[in-house]
């Protein structure tokens, strides 16, 4: 992406383009991801840790949806940044706030939005198994497998999409979007 195409990203207004995962699916998958994650999750020593910001939403619902499951893990959030603003991953992953939990041995869960280069998660496994964590598994609503750089993959997957910014659910676009309960994709006005 040349200087001027990424000075348009950064400029309102964007539209939604499409809607790709509406708020019914995730909810029904949020069901689902549970149904699949509890037999890991009877241990009596689960951290549940989401990823800020992008991971808040799906962290409240992946938690309710465990406690019908009468399973009541412990609770916390790192805040890491690859991305500053706009489209582009700067590829350096860093700690904006750490963990408070103890998780020395631990069953860790890691939660996130999406994920896409991988490094992010890739970087939070090793940080949390270097804490002495027993195990750290992963769990993201979104997957795009096609842009993976570091070796990773998920645990539990809600969806995996083809390669397009998504907003909604938690994910943002310079901070907007988040509050919007589907996933789109946003368009920017020439391409609308
Ligand atoms: P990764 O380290 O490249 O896997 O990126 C993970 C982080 O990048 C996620 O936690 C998101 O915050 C952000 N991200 C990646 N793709 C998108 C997207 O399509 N929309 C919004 N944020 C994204
Ligand atoms: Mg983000």
Do not use: W
């Amino acid at each position: 992406m040349d200087n001027l195409q990424q000075e348009r990203m950064e400029l309102p207004p964007h539209t939604i383009a499409e809607v790709i995962v509406t708020a019914e699916k995730i909810d029904e998958r949020v069901n689902q991801l549970v149904n699949e994650m509890q037999g890991h999750c009877r241990t009596d020593n689960l951290v549940m840790i989401g990823i800020l910001r992008g991971s808040f939403m799906f962290v409240a619902d992946l938690v309710r949806a465990l406690y019908a499951h009468d399973i009541h893990p412990r609770i916390d959030f790192m805040t890491l940044e690859s991305y500053g603003t706009g489209t582009q991953s700067s590829g350096n992953v860093v700690i904006r706030k750490d963990i408070t939990v103890d998780v020395s041995g631990a069953d860790v869960v890691l939660i996130d939005d999406i994920l896409d280069s991988g490094r992010t998660l890739a970087f939070a496994q090793r940080l949390l198994t270097s804490k002495g964590a027993k195990s750290v598994k992963s769990c993201v609503l979104l997957d795009k497998p096609e842009t993976r750089i570091a070796q990773f993959a998920a645990d539990f997957v809600g969806f995996s999409i083809e390669d397009s910014f998504v907003v909604g659910y938690g994910l943002d676009y310079n901070s907007y979007y988040r509050e919007l309960p589907y996933i789109a994709r946003i368009g920017f006005p020439e391409e609308v």
